[in-house]
T-cell receptor, first 115, second 116 residues
Protein backbone atom coordinates (compact mmCIF):
# COMPACT_ATOMS: atom_id res chain seq x y z
CA UNK A 1 0.00 0.00 0.00
CA UNK A 2 1.66 3.23 -1.18
CA UNK A 3 -1.21 5.50 -0.30
CA UNK A 4 -1.10 8.83 1.41
CA UNK A 5 -4.53 10.26 2.17
CA UNK A 6 -5.40 13.90 2.71
CA UNK A 7 -8.57 15.56 3.93
CA UNK A 8 -10.35 17.66 2.98
CA UNK A 9 -9.94 17.65 -0.80
CA UNK A 10 -11.17 21.23 -1.06
CA UNK A 11 -11.34 23.97 1.55
CA UNK A 12 -12.64 27.51 1.35
CA UNK A 13 -11.97 29.67 4.37
CA UNK A 14 -12.15 33.28 5.37
CA UNK A 15 -9.19 35.22 6.64
CA UNK A 16 -10.40 35.00 10.24
CA UNK A 17 -11.16 31.27 10.24
CA UNK A 18 -9.21 28.47 11.86
CA UNK A 19 -9.05 25.19 9.98
CA UNK A 20 -6.86 22.11 9.82
CA UNK A 21 -5.55 19.91 7.03
CA UNK A 22 -5.00 16.23 7.75
CA UNK A 23 -2.63 13.70 6.24
CA UNK A 24 -2.28 9.99 6.95
CA UNK A 25 0.00 7.21 5.76
CA UNK A 26 0.36 3.58 6.79
CA UNK A 27 3.58 2.70 4.98
CA UNK A 28 5.68 2.89 8.13
CA UNK A 29 7.45 5.97 6.83
CA UNK A 30 9.08 8.07 9.53
CA UNK A 31 9.55 11.24 7.45
CA UNK A 32 6.56 13.39 6.54
CA UNK A 33 6.38 16.64 4.62
CA UNK A 34 4.12 19.56 3.87
CA UNK A 35 4.43 21.36 0.54
CA UNK A 36 2.65 24.35 -0.92
CA UNK A 37 2.14 24.44 -4.68
CA UNK A 38 0.86 27.25 -6.83
CA UNK A 39 -0.58 26.53 -10.28
CA UNK A 40 1.98 25.37 -12.85
CA UNK A 41 4.85 25.78 -10.35
CA UNK A 42 6.94 23.18 -8.53
CA UNK A 43 6.01 22.32 -4.96
CA UNK A 44 7.66 24.44 -2.27
CA UNK A 45 8.75 22.70 0.90
CA UNK A 46 7.18 24.05 4.07
CA UNK A 47 7.93 21.57 6.86
CA UNK A 48 9.64 18.22 7.42
CA UNK A 49 9.00 15.88 10.32
CA UNK A 50 11.44 13.10 11.07
CA UNK A 51 10.49 10.55 13.72
CA UNK A 52 7.62 12.80 14.78
CA UNK A 53 9.95 15.74 15.44
CA UNK A 54 10.02 18.90 13.38
CA UNK A 55 13.35 18.84 11.57
CA UNK A 56 12.89 21.52 8.90
CA UNK A 57 10.82 24.70 8.88
CA UNK A 58 11.42 26.66 5.71
CA UNK A 59 10.73 30.03 7.38
CA UNK A 60 7.01 29.51 7.06
CA UNK A 61 4.78 32.23 8.59
CA UNK A 62 3.39 31.37 12.00
CA UNK A 63 -0.17 31.35 10.64
CA UNK A 64 0.74 27.84 9.49
CA UNK A 65 1.28 25.47 12.41
CA UNK A 66 2.26 21.84 11.79
CA UNK A 67 1.66 18.98 14.15
CA UNK A 68 2.67 15.32 14.06
CA UNK A 69 0.58 13.47 16.68
CA UNK A 70 2.02 10.06 15.78
CA UNK A 71 4.06 8.32 13.12
CA UNK A 72 1.08 7.98 10.76
CA UNK A 73 -0.55 11.38 11.06
CA UNK A 74 0.41 14.88 10.06
CA UNK A 75 -1.72 17.97 10.53
CA UNK A 76 -1.40 21.53 9.31
CA UNK A 77 -3.31 24.07 11.39
CA UNK A 78 -4.32 27.24 9.59
CA UNK A 79 -5.20 30.54 11.21
CA UNK A 80 -5.63 34.09 9.89
CA UNK A 81 -4.53 33.18 6.38
CA UNK A 82 -4.12 35.64 3.54
CA UNK A 83 -5.55 35.35 0.01
CA UNK A 84 -2.04 34.67 -1.31
CA UNK A 85 -2.01 31.49 0.77
CA UNK A 86 -4.54 30.00 -1.66
CA UNK A 87 -2.80 27.00 -3.22
CA UNK A 88 -2.64 23.22 -3.40
CA UNK A 89 -1.21 21.81 -0.18
CA UNK A 90 0.51 18.49 -0.62
CA UNK A 91 1.52 16.05 2.06
CA UNK A 92 4.22 13.47 1.39
CA UNK A 93 6.02 10.72 3.23
CA UNK A 94 9.20 8.74 2.75
CA UNK A 95 11.53 6.34 4.44
CA UNK A 96 14.30 7.99 6.34
CA UNK A 97 17.83 7.01 7.17
CA UNK A 98 21.43 7.77 6.46
CA UNK A 99 21.71 9.52 3.13
CA UNK A 100 17.98 10.27 2.85
CA UNK A 101 17.89 9.27 -0.82
CA UNK A 102 14.37 7.89 -0.77
CA UNK A 103 11.47 8.67 -3.04
CA UNK A 104 8.51 10.54 -1.65
CA UNK A 105 4.92 9.41 -1.82
CA UNK A 106 2.43 12.21 -2.14
CA UNK A 107 -1.20 12.55 -1.21
CA UNK A 108 -3.79 13.98 -3.59
CA UNK A 109 -3.58 17.40 -1.96
CA UNK A 110 -5.99 19.90 -0.47
CA UNK A 111 -7.01 22.78 -2.71
CA UNK A 112 -7.26 25.75 -0.38
CA UNK A 113 -8.99 29.00 -1.24
CA UNK A 114 -8.75 31.92 1.16
CA UNK A 115 -11.44 34.57 0.69
CA UNK B 1 22.15 28.92 -9.00
CA UNK B 2 19.25 26.68 -9.89
CA UNK B 3 20.06 23.11 -8.99
CA UNK B 4 17.53 21.42 -11.29
CA UNK B 5 16.83 22.79 -14.76
CA UNK B 6 14.04 21.62 -17.01
CA UNK B 7 14.30 23.63 -20.21
CA UNK B 8 11.10 22.43 -21.88
CA UNK B 9 8.02 24.18 -20.47
CA UNK B 10 5.80 22.18 -22.82
CA UNK B 11 6.16 19.15 -25.05
CA UNK B 12 3.85 17.42 -27.51
CA UNK B 13 4.06 13.78 -28.60
CA UNK B 14 1.95 11.59 -30.80
CA UNK B 15 0.29 8.62 -29.13
CA UNK B 16 2.45 5.46 -29.28
CA UNK B 17 5.65 7.41 -29.94
CA UNK B 18 8.53 7.88 -27.52
CA UNK B 19 9.37 11.21 -25.90
CA UNK B 20 12.35 12.51 -23.94
CA UNK B 21 11.98 15.07 -21.17
CA UNK B 22 15.18 16.90 -20.30
CA UNK B 23 16.63 17.49 -16.86
CA UNK B 24 20.04 18.86 -15.89
CA UNK B 25 21.25 19.27 -12.35
CA UNK B 26 24.03 20.83 -10.37
CA UNK B 27 25.55 19.54 -7.16
CA UNK B 28 28.91 19.15 -5.51
CA UNK B 29 27.70 16.35 -3.27
CA UNK B 30 29.09 13.03 -4.56
CA UNK B 31 26.08 11.14 -3.26
CA UNK B 32 22.70 12.16 -4.61
CA UNK B 33 19.52 10.78 -6.05
CA UNK B 34 17.49 11.92 -9.01
CA UNK B 35 13.74 11.41 -9.19
CA UNK B 36 10.99 11.93 -11.70
CA UNK B 37 7.41 12.63 -10.65
CA UNK B 38 4.24 12.88 -12.72
CA UNK B 39 1.47 15.28 -11.75
CA UNK B 40 -1.83 14.91 -13.63
CA UNK B 41 -4.34 17.73 -13.55
CA UNK B 42 -5.96 16.08 -10.51
CA UNK B 43 -2.98 17.25 -8.47
CA UNK B 44 -1.41 14.13 -7.00
CA UNK B 45 2.34 13.79 -7.54
CA UNK B 46 3.22 10.24 -8.58
CA UNK B 47 6.72 8.85 -8.19
CA UNK B 48 7.96 7.34 -11.46
CA UNK B 49 11.64 6.45 -11.34
CA UNK B 50 14.83 6.89 -9.32
CA UNK B 51 18.53 7.05 -10.26
CA UNK B 52 21.28 7.06 -7.67
CA UNK B 53 24.54 8.84 -8.36
CA UNK B 54 26.53 5.64 -7.86
CA UNK B 55 24.25 3.47 -9.98
CA UNK B 56 26.17 2.00 -12.90
CA UNK B 57 23.15 1.29 -15.05
CA UNK B 58 20.34 3.52 -16.22
CA UNK B 59 17.14 3.01 -14.27
CA UNK B 60 14.12 1.53 -15.99
CA UNK B 61 10.56 1.09 -14.76
CA UNK B 62 8.10 -0.27 -17.28
CA UNK B 63 7.70 2.31 -20.06
CA UNK B 64 9.90 4.79 -18.18
CA UNK B 65 13.65 4.88 -18.44
CA UNK B 66 16.19 7.37 -17.27
CA UNK B 67 19.05 8.40 -19.52
CA UNK B 68 21.66 9.23 -16.88
CA UNK B 69 24.80 11.00 -18.10
CA UNK B 70 26.76 11.77 -14.98
CA UNK B 71 29.57 13.74 -16.60
CA UNK B 72 27.03 15.98 -18.31
CA UNK B 73 24.91 16.16 -15.15
CA UNK B 74 21.80 15.20 -17.02
CA UNK B 75 19.01 12.79 -16.13
CA UNK B 76 16.51 12.74 -18.95
CA UNK B 77 13.26 10.80 -18.70
CA UNK B 78 12.30 8.68 -21.69
CA UNK B 79 8.69 7.56 -22.00
CA UNK B 80 8.20 4.87 -24.61
CA UNK B 81 4.92 4.13 -26.42
CA UNK B 82 3.15 7.24 -25.13
CA UNK B 83 -0.45 6.92 -24.01
CA UNK B 84 -3.15 9.56 -23.64
CA UNK B 85 -2.97 9.06 -19.89
CA UNK B 86 0.65 10.23 -19.92
CA UNK B 87 -0.55 13.81 -20.46
CA UNK B 88 0.54 15.57 -17.28
CA UNK B 89 3.19 17.80 -15.75
CA UNK B 90 6.50 16.06 -15.08
CA UNK B 91 8.96 17.18 -12.43
CA UNK B 92 12.60 16.23 -12.08
CA UNK B 93 13.87 16.36 -8.50
CA UNK B 94 17.12 15.79 -6.63
CA UNK B 95 18.04 14.86 -3.09
CA UNK B 96 21.57 15.21 -1.77
CA UNK B 97 22.85 12.80 0.86
CA UNK B 98 25.25 15.11 2.65
CA UNK B 99 23.87 18.60 2.06
CA UNK B 100 20.33 19.87 2.43
CA UNK B 101 19.44 16.59 4.11
CA UNK B 102 15.76 15.80 4.05
CA UNK B 103 15.02 18.23 1.22
CA UNK B 104 14.13 17.66 -2.39
CA UNK B 105 14.90 20.27 -5.03
CA UNK B 106 12.39 20.33 -7.88
CA UNK B 107 12.72 21.65 -11.40
CA UNK B 108 10.07 23.95 -12.87
CA UNK B 109 8.42 21.05 -14.65
CA UNK B 110 7.50 20.09 -18.22
CA UNK B 111 3.89 19.83 -19.37
CA UNK B 112 3.52 16.87 -21.68
CA UNK B 113 0.55 16.60 -24.02
CA UNK B 114 -0.06 13.32 -25.84
CA UNK B 115 -2.00 13.73 -29.08
CA UNK B 116 -4.31 10.97 -30.37
Amino acid sequence: DTEVTQTPKHLVMGMTNKKSLKCEQHMGHRAMYWYKQKAKKPPELMFVYSYEKLSINESVPSRFSPECPNSSLLNLHLHALQPEDSALYLCASSQTGTGELYEQYFGPGTRLTVT
Amino acid sequence: AQKITQTQPGMFVQEKEAVTLDCTYDTSDPSYGLFWYKQPSSGEMIFLIYQGSYDQQNATEGRYSLNFQKARKSANLVISASQLGDSAMYFCAMREANTNAGKSTFGDGTTLTVKP
